[in-house]
């Protein structure tokens, strides 16, 4: 469940990082293998853990260039919101960018961690099988 203030009892085990990446008014999603991790086979967003000490804008780029093959700068990213997660097993803060793309990029998976990847339209990734709250995030970032 997501919040927009820690609620009572918040106890992060850690802080993630995700960047909506825009091209023509669709946005890249990315399929988690299957297996044992957390939205294994779901559709999600490139996001992924903050290192020790680790700023929210450098994880997020190290994530993107980690998951999609896509080298960004710190001028490319723009910070969007933090939300403060909870699942049933663990608390989390969630730091959400976005950067907008002019051409295509080339997407280069990490196919330890993706299956595949897909330009989605904001709302037909609904329809999607998406990493848990992960709706909520795409309904927040699009207005929807």
């Known amino acids: 469940m997501l919040y927009n203030s820690p609620p009572a009892g918040f106890n992060p085990e850690q802080e993630i990082v995700s960047c909506f990446c825009l091209y023509l008014g669709r946005f890249l999603l990315l399929k988690r293998v299957f297996g044992d991790k957390i939205g294994a086979g779901r559709w999600g967003v490139p996001a992924g853990k903050m290192k020790k000490k680790e700023k929210a804008l450098t994880a997020a780029i190290r994530e993107i260039k980690e998951e999609t093959g896509v080298k960004l700068k710190p001028v490319d990213l723009n910070y969007f919101d933090t939300v403060y997660v909870r699942y049933p097993e663990f ?11 002019e051409a295509v990029p080339k997407i280069v998976i990490n196919r330890k961690e993706h299956a595949e990847f897909y330009w989605a339209e904001p709302r037909e990734s609904l329809q999607m099988d998406l990493i848990l709250d992960e709706d909520k995030c795409v309904k927040r970032f699009f207005n929807l």
Do not use: L, M, V
Request: glycine share 0%; hydrophobic share 45%.
């Open 91 to 101: 608390d989390f803060t969630f730091h959400i960018f976005y950067t907008s793309f």
